[in-house]
């Protein structure tokens, strides 16, 4: 087994600044990452910004036969993937939304947006967590 690589490999504000925000999170997994951009436009092209459980799953199984571009097992998009959204609070679960076309509340899974302030603190850990929440706001908007 080889030594985790470190963060600090893919920081830089170069990096942040292009939106590459899900490299700065993944890593050199290409694979993870195209997956984290095709689950976070599939969310945002959704007017609550948000995925049931259900369409979620479905989803989880078309990557894992190819259909969308990429082979991704099931299990590695719910252990590697969703959870590092969750536990990183980018994404959460079961917000209860109301469905115009079933006429009934939902428990969904939506991109969150970070509350940040507009302006970035001075330095250290603090401008890098707020950089890392602000490439997230990017990426997650609709312009």
């Given at each position: 087994m080889s030594a985790p690589k470190s963060i600090k490999l893919y920081w830089?504000?170069?990096?942040v600044a292009n939106g590459d925000i899900l490299t700065l999170l993944f890593g050199d997994r290409k694979e993870t990452v195209s997956v984290?951009?095709?689950?976070?436009?599939?969310m945002r092209a959704d007017?609550?910004?948000?995925?049931t459980k259900r369409e979620l799953r479905f989803f989880a199984k078309d990557l894992e036969?190819?259909?969308?571009g990429v082979k991704y097992s099931y299990h590695n998009f719910y252990v590697k993937l969703l959870r590092k959204l969750l536990d990183l609070g980018f994404i959460e679960k079961d917000v209860l939304i109301w469905d115009e076309k079933r006429k009934k509340t939902e428990a969904v899974y939506q991109l969150k947006l970070q509350p940040i302030p507009e302006r970035g603190p001075q330095g250290g850990f603090v401008k890098q967590a707020w950089q890392l929440a602000k490439g997230w706001n990017d990426l997650v908007k609709i312009q």
């Open positions: 830089n504000d170069k990096t984290a951009k095709i689950l976070v436009g599939r007017q609550h910004l948000s995925m036969v190819g259909k969308l």
